[in-house]
Nanobody, 124 residues
């Protein structure tokens, strides 16, 4: 079993910043898991945001957030972060943390484990 708990969401004005955290735990969780962030806006499908490999040396971002968001991880704390800067109203969504034992780039949403999500609302 793997549990993922997101935190750090909230309401922010356009141009502001937020940092999301995702704490991983559970008997089967391993620090070698690939971690990622997805988001789902109202009446839209869930979409990929960012991913990071287990060592933290490889990251990949959706075009819509590249240059504004930064994903990172602290394996000693089993935590992954998403620093979001220059936020826009179109970033409003529920943000989900995901984990998967596979290596490599996983852009689809068939990840092994998901958190419950945290709401991010950006006002104009």
């Amino acid at each position: 079993q793997v549990q993922l708990v997101e935190s750090g969401g909230g309401l922010v004005q356009a141009g502001g910043s937020l940092r999301l955290s995702c704490a991983a735990s559970g008997r089967t969780f391993r620090t070698t898991y690939t971690m990622g962030w997805f988001r789902q806006a109202p009446e839209k499908e869930r979409e990929f945001v960012a991913t990071i490999n287990w060592r933290g040396g490889y990251t990949y971002y959706a075009d819509s957030v590249r240059g504004r968001f930064t994903i990172s991880r602290d394996n000693a704390k089993n935590t992954v972060y998403l620093q979001m800067n220059s936020l826009k109203p179109e970033d409003t969504a529920i943000y989900y943390c995901a984990a998967d034992p596979r290596n490599g780039l996983i852009l689809t949403d068939d990840w092994g484990y998901w958190g419950q999500g945290t709401q991010v609302t950006v006002s104009s």
